[in-house]
C-alpha cells in the first residue's frame, strides 16, 4: 500500500526524521484554520498517489491564510493524472539551500536492503539514473546486520552531498532505515532531503510504501487505509476477495492465477481483442466467487462478451461450472460468455454445463480457441 | 536424475494437520512421495491418516529420517518454520504459504544463503516442485505432468500448469518443474534452478515461464548466455497488462529494468532464447528443438 505524503511524514515524524510541521485539510476552511495556526508563509501541496504534482499547479506557495483558502479552493477537486485532488498539506514554507535524494528500500535482486542517496535531488530521480548514473550511489545493506554508521557515511560521502549537510544526513539515515525496517515498508524515499537557510536538514517530502502483508502486526494499517479510494468496481471486486483492475476494451476476462490472467490478456489481445479488465479469482474458487466475478464483470457496460479461462489445479471445474450456472440464472446476462475450462475436474465441469444450455454460454477447448471466440463475439456486439 | 525431488525425497509436512496442509500433503502421498512425517507444534504424537505428527522438525527428522520439508503454516509463523526446518538439517524447503512479509523473507533468505550448510528454499508463494513419476510436493496437478526429457522454472502457479498440460498433450514429458514463486524476496530464483537443470544428465531443455515486474527475467538471461549449454525457451506474461500503480522511482533504479514484457522478451531474445508468443507456441517450439 502507496501511503499519501502527510500519512508517510506522520509515520517518519515518529521515528526521529525531521520533519516541516504541518496540518492535512479536505477543505479551505480547514487550510485557513491550519495556515493560522502555523504563522507566515505555507506551502499547500495537493495528496495524491502521483508524482508530478508540482509540475500540474498542485503545490502553491500561500503568503496569508487567505491566500491558503484561496489556493486550497483551487487545489481541492484538481485532476492530476487520473487522481482528483481530495486533501491538501500545509505546511510552513522555509528556505532551500540545497535539495538532496535519498531512499531505502527492498532490493528483489540481490535479496538485501539497498540505500540510495544523490546530491541531485528534488528533480526526476530516474532521469539521473539515466544521464548521470555516478551521480547515484547505492550501499547494500546485511537484512540481519542492519544499518551501522559507516553505510551512511558511505552514502553522504559517496553522494558527495554539501558539507554543510553532511553531519545531520548522516544522523538522519539512520532514523530513516529504522521506520523502513520497522514499517515493514518496501520503500522509504524522500526527495527532496533538504538543507534549509537554518543550515538545518529535514525531509520535505515522503513517499512510503508498506508490505500488506505485514498488516497483521500494524493495526495502523488499517487506519491508514481508510482514507485510500479505489473505483466502486475494484471495491466490489475486492470485497467479493477478487483481484480487479479495470481495462478500457470491451472482451472481459476472467482467470484463476495472476499469470494465467496476464497470458490470457495477451492472447486476447492478439487475438485482436481488447480486454475489459483483468479479473484473477485466485486459488481454490468456488461457485460463489465465480458468481460474483461474473456479476463484477458484466456490471462494466462497456463489456461486449466474458472470456472465462480456468486451468484448474485447487481450483475445480465442477465448482466453476456450478458457479457460472448460478450466475446465468441469478443475473440478466446479456452479452455471450465464453468458457474454457481445464485441471482438477474439468470433465464433470464442462458436462453440468452441456447439460445446461443458455443462450449466452459459448464452450472453448483451448485458450486460444477461446480467446477467437471472445474477441470475435465482442465484435458482433459491439456493432 | 531430475532436480531437488526424486526417488530418494522423504518429505514432511510442517502443517500437516491443518486443511490446507493435510488436503495436499496426502495428495502428494497418493502420488507417490514418500511422505514420512508431519509437524504441528502441541500435537506431536497423534497422526494424519498413519503418517506421524511431531512436535518439532529436529525430532521429526530424528525419527524418520526426513530430508524435504514442505510449508503449510499461516504467514506469522511461515518465516520460523523455514528457519526450524533450516537449522534441524533438512536439504530442500519447500515453502507453499502466501503473504509472508517481505522483511522477514529478507532475513530468512540472508540466513539461508550463508554459512556452511545452503538449504535450498523455493518458494515463498509457489505451486511447489514436481518431478514426474518420483514425487510431487506442493500443489502442482501431477496427472497434467508426465516423465520426459524437460525441465521448467516459472514465477507462475496456474500458468505453469496450462504449459506443462500442453506440452504433456504434444506428448513431451518433463524432468522436474519448479514453480519459484512471485514474491519479492524468493527463496530461490530462475539462475538458482538454471544451475540445477544445466547439471541434471536428465534435462534435456527448459522451459522457462516469466511475467512482469522485477529483472529476473534479464539476469537469468544473461547467466544462460554465459553458462548454459541446455537450450533454453521462454514465455513471458503481461504484454497487455496495464502498469502498476507504481510509486517513487527506485525500483528502476535499482535494476535498470523497467520490468516489461516487452525488455524482457528483448534481454531473452538477445541471449540466443526463443520467446514464444502464447503458451501454446511454446510446446511446439520445443518439439521442434528436442
Not at chain 1, 501511503?3 to 520533519?19: C, D, S, T
Amino acid at each position: 500500500m502507496d501511503l499519501f505524503e502527510y500519512q508517510g511524514k506522520e509515520l517518519l515524524r515518529k521515528y526521529g526524521v525531521p520533519v516541516p510541521e504541518g496540518r492535512v485539510a479536505s477543505t479551505p476552511e480547514e487550510a485557513v484554520a491550519a495556515a493560522r495556526k502555523l504563522g507566515g508563509r505555507v506551502v499547500v501541496k495537493a495528496q495524491v498517489l502521483i508524482g508530478g504534482r508540482g509540475k500540474a499547479g498542485g503545490i502553491k506557495v500561500a503568503r496569508s491564510p487567505e491566500e491558503a483558502s484561496e489556493v486550497t479552493d483551487q487545489i481541492l477537486g484538481m485532476d492530476i493524472r487520473g487522481h482528483t485532488v481530495k486533501r491538501v498539506l500545509v505546511e510552513r514554507a522555509g528556505d532551500i539551500t540545497d535539495e538532496y535524494y535519498c531512499s531505502f528500500l527492498v532490493d528483489r535482486s540481490e535479496r538485501q536492503f539497498l540505500g540510495i542517496m544523490s546530491a541531485e535531488g528534488g528533480v526526476d530521480i530516474e532521469e539521473v539514473a539515466a544521464n548521470d548514473p555516478e551521480k547515484i550511489t547505492r550501499v547494500h545493506i546485511d537484512p540481519l546486520l542492519g544499518i551501522s554508521q559507516f553505510h551512511a557515511r558511505e552514502l553522504v560521502f559517496g553522494a558527495d552531498i554539501d558539507r554543510d549537510a553532511r553531519k545531520e544526513a548522516i544522523a538522519i539515515l539512520p532514523k530513516l532505515y529504522d521506520a523502513f525496517v520497522s514499517l515493514d515498508a518496501s520503500l522509504v524515499e524522500v526527495n527532496p532531503l533538504v538543507l534549509t537557510g537554518e543550515g538545518r536538514v529535514m525531509a520535505l517530502d515522503a513517499k512510503v510504501s508498506v508490505d500488506d502483508s505485514a498488516g497483521y502486526r500494524h493495526p495502523i494499517f488499517d487506519e491508514l487505509k481508510t482514507v485510500h479510494e479505489v473505483p466502486e468496481q475494484e471495491r466490489l471486486a475486492k470485497e467479493k476477495g477478487l483481484t480487479f483492475i479495470k481495462l478500457d476494451g470491451d472482451v472481459g476476462i476472467i482467470g484463476n492465477g495472476a499469470g494465467l490472467v496476464m497470458s490470457t490478456l495477451d492472447v486476447v489481445k492478439a487475438a485482436g481483442g481488447d480486454p475489459a479488465n483483468f479479473l484473477d479469482v485466485g486459488g481454490g474458487a468456488g461457485a460463489d466467487v465465480l458468481s460474483s466475478a461474473l456479476e463484477v464483470i458484466t456490471s462494466n457496460s462497456e463489456v461486449n462478451s466474458v472470456l472465462i479461462n480456468i486451468f484448474g489445479g485447487i481450483t475445480r471445474g465442477d465448482l466453476v461450472a456450478e458457479g457460472i450456472i448460478d450466475a446465468l440464472g441469478r443475473l440478466e446476462i446479456k452479452v455471450p460468455i465464453v468458457v474454457r475450462l481445464d485441471g482438477t475436474n474439468a470433465e464433470q465441469g464442462r458436462k453440468m454445463l452441456a447439460d445446461a444450455p443458455h443462450e449466452m454460454l459459448v464452450t472453448a477447448a483451448t485458450m486460444l480457441e477461446g480467446a477467437e471466440k471472445a474477441v470475435e463475439l465482442a465484435g458482433k456486439g459491439g456493432e | 536424475m531430475a532436480i531437488l525431488i526424486g526417488n530418494d525425497t522423504r518429505l514432511l509436512v510442517q502443517g500437516l494437520t491443518g486443511r490446507e496442509g493435510s488436503f495436499h500433503g496426502l495428495r502428494n502421498k497418493k502420488y507417490g512421495t514418500n511422505l514420512v512425517a508431519g509437524v504441528t507444534p502441541g500435537k506431536g504424537g497423534s497422526d494424519v491418516e498413519g503418517v506421524p505428527i511431531f512436535d518439532t522438525v529436529r525430532e521429526a527428522t530424528t525419527a524418520t529420517g526426513a530430508n524435504t520439508s514442505m510449508v503449510f503454516v499461516p504467514p506469522p509463523v511461515a518465516a520460523d518454520a523455514i528457519l526450524e526446518s533450516h537449522d534441524a538439517g533438512i536439504e530442500v524447503i519447500i515453502a507453499i504459504t502466501e503473504g509472508i512479509p517481505a522483511m522477514d523473507m529478507a532475513r530468512t533468505v540472508t540466513h539461508l544463503r550463508r554459512g556452511q550448510r545452503a538449504a535450498a528454499l523455493i518458494g515463498p508463494n509457489c505451486p511447489g516442485v514436481i518431478s514426474p513419476g518420483k514425487a510431487n510436493v506442493g500443489i502442482i496437478p501431477g496427472e497434467v505432468c508426465t516423465e520426459g526429457p524437460v525441465g521448467l522454472v516459472s514465477r507462475s502457479g496456474t500458468l505453469t500448469y496450462q504449459i506443462v498440460y500442453e506440452l504433456t498433450q504434444e506428448g513431451i514429458g518433463q524432468s522436474t518443474c519448479v514453480g519459484v514463486g512471485g514474491d519479492p524476496i524468493p527463496g530461490s530464483d530462475f539462475i538458482d534452478v538454471l544451475e540445477r537443470f544445466e547439471k541434471d544428465d536428465l534435462t534435456k531443455l527448459v522451459v522457462l515461464v516469466g511475467e512482469i515486474g522485477g529483472d529476473a527475467e534479464e539476469r537469468a538471461a544473461a547467466w544462460v548466455k554465459e553458462n548454459m549449454r541446455t537450450p533454453v525457451v521462454a514465455y513471458i506474461a503481461g504484454f497487455t497488462a496495464p502498469p502498476g500503480k507504481r510509486m517513487g522511482h527506485a525500483g528502476a533504479i535499482v535494476s535498470g529494468s523497467q520490468g516489461t514484457a516487452a525488455a524482457k522478451k528483448e534481454a531473452l531474445e538477445a541471449a540466443g532464447i526463443r520467446v514464444a508468443s502464447n503458451p501454446t507456441e511454446v510446446s511446439a517450439i520445443v518439439k521442434e528443438l528436442l
